[in-house]
Nanobody, 120 residues
């Protein structure tokens, strides 16, 4: 079964940048991806979304700083995070609705999560 693989988290200073990746483990027909983040004691927050057609949406808290993009040839979606703030510290998860083939129904998958820490 296809899986999602996340990468790219780490420690960065305030004002710095990181890029997260979320990739399907094999070629798929289409993939819509939502990026969420979660900190202890808080609800998971939707940060950004991108559809298979490339339409994007962002939470107000990250507009102008985060950019979601995709590389269909690599079955991957990226979250470029610039001007990071300490309040962006969280575990980031990608959530994907995948159609493996033209004839497939949607399969919902979660990535394993990646920790982003913004601190001096």
């Amino acid at each position: 079964q296809v899986q999602l693989v996340e990468s790219g988290g780490g420690l960065v200073q305030p004002g710095g940048s990181l890029r997260l990746s979320c990739a399907a483990s094999r070629s798929v027909f289409s993939i819509n991806v939502d990026w969420y983040r979660q900190t202890p004691g808080k609800q998971r927050e939707l940060v950004a979304s991108i559809t298979s057609g490339g339409s994007t949406n962002y939470a107000d808290s990250v507009k102008g700083r985060f950019t979601v993009s995709r590389d269909n040839a690599k079955n991957a979606v990226y979250l470029q995070m610039n001007s990071l703030k300490p309040e962006d510290t969280a575990v980031y998860y990608c959530n994907a609705d995948i159609r493996e083939t033209y004839y497939s129904g949607y399969l919902e998958l979660w990535g394993q999560g990646t920790l982003v820490t913004v601190s001096s």
